[in-house]
């Protein structure tokens, strides 16, 4: 009976690697094929922007400006984004990969599908909530401007 329970939990923790794996595999393809798509948007974008702007005021133009800009600055995010679900699965594979930092319990995959690079569990980042929420209380109570915002 022993011997069953062991087999069943190593085989839980194998299907909850490849689990997890595959979660970040198919996220690490989602954005490279978003980055890549943007890119070429912009470009798309650009290239069209070019043949237009002698019929554009002024106004116009900077406002396409802004949108290159907020495009280009998705594309930065997501890039940022791609590189941490490298992190991630360069971690997975060291086996440093989804335990609470807090507790070393695993984090659920379900949390973990909803936020793939949480380093803490449920329990240990809603604890931990609450005690920055005390400490931001305490800044602004001393009449510190805050620092902290949420973004
Ligand atoms: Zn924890």
Do not use: H
Not at 11 to 18: A, I, K, L, N, V
Not at 102 to 119: D, N, S, T
């Amino acid at each position: 009976m022993k011997g069953t329970v062991k087999a069943g939990v190593i085989e839980q923790s194998e299907s909850r690697y490849s689990e997890l794996r595959k979660m970040l595999e198919d996220r690490r393809r989602e954005l490279r094929a978003a980055v890549q798509g943007k890119i070429r948007d912009v470009r798309e974008e650009a290239s069209w922007g070019n043949k237009q702007t002698e019929v554009l005021d002024a106004g116009e133009s900077s406002e396409s400006d802004i949108q290159d800009d907020i495009e280009f600055a998705l594309i930065q995010m997501k890039s940022e984004t791609l590189n941490k679900i490298e992190d991630a699965l360069g971690r997975l594979e060291q086996g440093n990969y989804g335990n609470c930092f807090e507790c070393a319990e695993e984090i659920a995959e379900k949390r973990l599908r909803a936020l793939p690079f949480a380093v803490r569990c449920k329990d240990c980042e809603e604890a931990r909530e609450v005690a920055e929420r005390r400490e931001r209380q305490l800044a602004a109570r001393r009449g510190g401007a805050s620092l902290f915002f949420d973004m």
